[in-house]
């Protein structure tokens, strides 16, 4: 049998990770070069590499202070998708209850919403109406539940094989006891998906956090980069290079979570929890 598909299969997928790849690269040596060159010739040929656009935004913006802002705002958020949705997404797929399939409806729905569409009502209600302006929890409220989360999660509950629940009732466990000793422990697929689905959203949101509040010791990383880059950056010695070296120091924690959770995303045999 001739090799040549597989070795033209192979080329094509390298060519497409080469070119998925590049504007990371792009992005990479654009931030570290002394001197701005915004032509792609310029990214083959670097020269004069330095850290300086690095460490005049350290010079402007807090970054661990930022960072860890971020680590809170963006945690609280995951906490609360991974609860809620976990909770939502069972009783949506294992509960029997009058309308259930009416809510699943309204869930999807409100996936059709922009999100800017509801800031202004946000704002009024979780800073005028609960007075949480200046807070991490104003911050982290409305993103608390993600209707796509509820979705991964129900979907990936309506593949579990009936008989694991109903051997678990037959036992005598409660619903609570199911879902924490059955379905959770099956439900790692899903979960990553949905941590780095939902991860994503709070950590590059800006606009948001900016309407909470304007203290800039609570401000995430996205809000003091943003600021950076549209009132400083352009002052500074290599403007090209600090807007890419803000955009470098925003995307290596989303970049450093994928690399270290994508070995887990393996195909899981949902059936060998069942017997015969």
């Known amino acids: 049998m001739s090799r040549w598909p597989t070795v033209v299969r192979y080329v094509l997928l390298f060519g497409g990770a080469l070119l998925f790849l ?9 931030s570290l070069q ?8 310029g990214a083959f040929t670097p020269s004069d590499l330095t850290f300086q656009n690095y460490a005049d935004i350290n010079s402007r913006v807090d970054l661990v202070g930022s960072l860890v802002n971020s680590g809170i705002f963006t945690g609280g ?8 949705g976990v909770l939502a997404g069972y009783a949506l797929a294992r509960l029997r209850f009058r309308g259930r399939g009416t809510l699943f409806v309204v869930v999807l729905l409100v996936q059709v919403i922009p999100f800017q ?11 005028r109406g ?16 993600n209707t796509t989360a509820v979705f991964v999660f129900r979907q990936f509950f309506l593949q579990l094989p009936d008989d694991l629940f109903a051997a678990a009732r037959l036992d005598g466990a409660s619903e609570v006891r199911i879902l924490w000793s059955v379905a959770l422990p099956l439900v790692r697929p899903a979960l990553l998906t ?13 606009l948001w ?45 989303a970049v450093a979570l994928f690399i270290a959770f994508q070995r887990h995303f393996v195909s899981t045999d949902l059936g060998s929890g069942v017997k015969g």
């Open 130 to 145: 609960y007075g949480l302006a200046d807070s991490y929890l104003g911050m982290i409220l409305p993103f608390a539940i």
């Open 194 to 206: 949905a941590v780095l689905l939902t991860f994503i959203g709070p950590w590059n949101e800006f």
């Open 34 to 41: 002394s001197e701005p060159d915004t032509s792609v010739a």
């Open 77 to 84: 958020v995951l906490l609360g998708t991974v609860v809620f």
């Open 22 to 30: 590049f504007p990371f690269y792009y992005m990479l040596i654009g």
């Open 117 to 127: 569409l509801l800031l202004i009502p946000l704002y009024v209600l979780i800073v």
């Open 209 to 253: 956090p900016f309407l909470v509040t304007k203290q800039a010791d609570m401000q995430p990383l996205a809000v003091s980069l943003a600021n950076y880059i549209s009132n400083v950056s352009a002052r500074a010695a290599n403007p090209f290079g600090a807007i890419l070296a803000g955009a470098c120091v925003l995307a290596a924690p």
